[in-house]
């Protein structure tokens, strides 16, 4: 007899039930799977399900695991299961479709976390069981939650990453390119603003390099790249329409979630973004994993230090950096990491439509587009020219800056925006708010985390036009009443409670008398 | 202006709308509050609302966090807010009642949680904040997953055990008695069948003593005390309840959930229990908080050890014993563990109607009633009464016998049993199942956890008749083909499940030849 009899089955035979049918209920619960079934229907009754029951549910050949929310009033019918948005999409079916509800198999890789937590470093056979099952769908959002508690701060060593990144890889999609060489880009993130992918992809392509490159949405920033790019152009592209776009222009800037590369990242941010932890690990396996699964063989990897950025010090810069060549090296891959400037904001902009202005300004070369934004942007793409053998070592600035101001990289990007489905105007804020300083003097710190902060409570990134334009850099000058940022925001609820933080706050900047 | 303005007042004044009617729609979420709006409804669209978000319900002067699903059909109409049956109870307020909807407060004490999990220890006033956000709802379920698992294995020490115990103490009711000594005892669980303390509070309060036990429902385990004890009689006694009882009989056998004797672990519980995962610190924390809360100061701790028990070595009973000593010390209350085996079940039932079988059958003095049960009762009894001063050290055993020999613990059971509501008979499971040996041979080791997974798999607790009753305690011979246990259940769905999981197993009972 199978361990997973189903229900309709009936192990006693005496069920006149043969399952339940298919109701989609519109309910949104986010990622995680529900079903929702009336405590009174017969398999509650024969199973013993209740509120919180992980269940089984079979459509044909297609199953999911859901958490159960028991109904006790008459929203559905006896006879039927309803289905939440994400449970709905995965399991496929149609509405009156006869489901079989089975007790689902205990889900064996999370032994492995427990062991983890209690101190037992990770089994590559152990993180490649944990990644399997997420994959399926068979971890629950407290699971998840502990898994990536368990992996947080400096909880992998090196070769628990190795593990896990591998395994990341081999759960999706690998993509091939016609190309010895596929070189490709990434910022560790952490510093607003800091949107150089939508330059240094338009200037390496227009340099003959092969760069295809798959960008995420925000974790716990107030804009992922695949956001910006989003306000300019279409991201979720699928596998096919990706290689077209690359064969044809020799890059593109996609959502890596479209394209099923290292599907497991995805699954594991919709944990990772509300509990807004840090982990060395988990940064490196979700980042090569992304970066191997694209085809990249030479990637330069950005990471901005400052103490209020994601890497805070050059210590642990440093250390992030091994641990990326280290993994790297063992899968195959070559990394060079770039320490770069992460004291303050690139770029004017924190947010998807203001990120997209400021590399718009930078592209079409106008007077006033943000210099930093096009230093930073300079910096990383002669290295990765550089990396490409399509500059020699110290050339690689000079080559990038033509490219850029010739107008040759501005061009190659609207031919990139067209080729992912037609370039876009980005939103602007129907609501902005000025935050005026209280204080004089010339500015000498910046709190980013705040500053995203107030960007993520005006509604970015879920409203593409939120966010902060920041008018106050390092070294500039502010008098009282000057405002130091506006707010955009896309209701005024979203601008009022994004300004009442700000008004609240001290020290945001930091001003010294001069 | 407030940082948590009121969606309904609207910062910019515009919006015509002044909240959403409530309407319960009878969906058990388990214990987690979830609120359903419409997509587009006025708040959705002006507070930018998405699935997943936190929001803040506010019907006259109670409110609650809760998450927020998204419902993109017309289940509930666009003035409405549908509530689950966690949100609805814990709001209060009748179907139609006006609610205003906010943006809470971001929880700034998970910034503590985040500072643990990257390996700072907590602050007294950290934990304390903790522990007063999970108390008013404000901590999700997967905040409450992440501050689990950073707390498990051994990663809270002595100081932090301690805050976190008074932390837990302070946030519920402490009840005071008219004695100057008022005993409990506590088992930390692990082994199944374990249910001494409906035979130790009628011994001790037969003999004077002031016992006011609450116990808890089932954690990891197939039946908690008070899962066991409601079989026999109502244990859902406020605190009023309580204290007739104990003024009148001396003893009660009370679920503490019911009193709001430390409210933040029955709240942990509710995440902790799916991810099944050890820890010193809570555990020490759960169980002293209720004992302190209870108004307890001298407490007999039951250690079971064994290999498959909760705690599996001398050395980790020593290492708890010593941590639950210094906790209560400085807590203020007299902590004796008493160490005990923990190799097998106690009595035959696992499960909450089998185990109070077993207790029934002590009581009774009838014969074949489990001695194992009633060994261990003494025991620790033994120890109360001399902790308790009724005996003198040494004498304790005997002093206990009497007591229950005499059927003077037996006549203070039933009577503790109607002044707690009502004495009931346990019910019994509609389908049993004997599972056979394999092999012959004499029993010499017992996998507890497995067992333990078996009567879980039946339906305990959640059906209280559910379970097994165990044939094959240590040294007993069995035959091939003998049953060494059989499943009780109250569905044919999960009679089939324990028992295909039961037979799929080796050695559950190790056996060698004679």
């Known amino acids: 007899m199978s361990y997973r009899q189903p229900a309709a089955a009936g192990a006693s035979g005496n069920h006149a039930t043969s399952g339940l049918h298919l109701r989609r209920l519109g309910i949104d619960t986010y990622q995680e799977p529900v079903a929702y079934m009336r405590s009174d229907c017969d398999i509650c009754r024969s199973e013993g399900f209740e509120a919180h029951s992980r269940i089984e549910l079979w459509c044909g050949e297609r199953h999911i695991v859901a958490t159960l929310n028991v109904v006790h009033f008459p929203m559905i019918a006896l006879h039927e299961v309803g289905l939440s948005e994400a449970a709905w999409r995965t399991l496929g079916g149609n509405d009156g479709d006869l489901v079989r509800v089975l007790h689902p198999a205990p889900v064996q890789s999370f032994s492995s976390v427990r062991a983890k937590i209690y101190g037992h470093p990770f089994t590559s056979e152990g993180v490649?069981?944990?990644v399997c099952d997420i994959v399926a769908g068979h971890y629950s959002n407290i699971e998840?939650?502990?898994?990536?508690?368990?992996?947080?701060?400096?909880?992998l060593d090196i070769t628990e990453t190795i593990g896990l990144t591998d395994a990341m890889v081999k759960v999706g999609q690998r993509l091939q390119w016609q190309a010895d060489m596929v070189v490709d880009k990434h910022c560790v993130g952490?510093?607003?603003g800091n949107r150089t992918t939508l330059l240094i992809v338009p200037i390496v392509a227009a340099c003959g390099l092969i760069i295809p490159k798959t960008s995420s949405r925000a974790i716990t920033s107030p804009a992922g790249t695949a956001d910006t790019m989003e306000t300019l152009a279409p991201v979720a592209l699928d596998i096919d329409a990706m290689r077209r776009v690359v064969?044809?222009?020799?890059?593109?800037?996609?959502?890596?979630?479209?394209?099923?590369?290292?599907?497991?990242?995805?699954?594991?941010?919709?944990?990772?973004?509300?509990?807004?932890?840090?982990s060395d690990g988990l940064l490196v396996a979700s980042v090569l994993s992304k970066k191997i699964a694209a085809g990249s063989t030479h990637v330069v990897i950005d990471l901005p230090v400052g103490a209020t950025a994601k890497v805070r010090s050059p210590q642990a810069a440093m250390a992030l950096a091994g641990r990326l060549i280290a993994v790297g090296e063992a899968l195959g891959i070559t990394v060079k990491p770039v320490l770069t400037d992460g004291t303050q904001p690139v770029g004017c902009g924190i947010g998807p439509a203001l990120e997209a202005h400021d590399v718009l300004a930078v592209l079409q070369n106008i007077a006033g587009a943000p210099q930093d934004l096009r230093e930073r942007a300079l910096l990383l793409?002669?290295?990765?020219?550089?990396?490409?053998?399509?500059?020699?070592?110290?050339?690689?600035?000079?080559?990038?800056?033509?490219?850029?101001?010739?107008?040759?990289?501005?061009?190659?990007f609207q031919a990139i925006c067209e080729a992912q489905g037609g370039m876009r105007v980005p939103p602007k804020a129907g609501f902005t708010h000025p935050v005026l300083s209280q204080h004089r003097g010339q500015v000498v710190a910046i709190d980013n985390r705040r500053l995203a902060s107030i960007a993520k409570l005006a509604g970015a990134p879920k409203a593409p036009a939120a966010g902060i334009v920041f008018h106050a850099p390092l070294g500039s000058r502010m008098e009282i009443g000057q405002p130091y940022l506006t707010i955009h925001a896309a209701s005024p609820g979203e601008l009022a409670y994004a300004r009442a933080y700000a008004e609240a706050q001290e020290n945001l900047i930091s001003l010294q008398e001069v």
């Open 190 to 192: 952490g510093l607003p």
């Open 381 to 412: 793409a002669a290295n990765v020219l550089e990396l490409g053998g399509k500059a020699q070592v110290g050339q690689g600035m000079a080559l990038a800056a033509s490219v850029l101001d010739s107008g040759a990289a501005w061009r190659k």
């Open 247 to 278: 064969e044809r222009e020799g890059g593109c800037i996609a959502w890596g979630g479209a394209v099923s590369l290292s599907p497991a990242d995805d699954l594991l941010i919709r944990v990772e973004h509300p509990l807004d932890l840090d």
């Open 128 to 130: 490649a069981a944990i």
């Open 144 to 155: 998840m939650a502990a898994l990536i508690t368990a992996c947080s701060g400096s909880h």
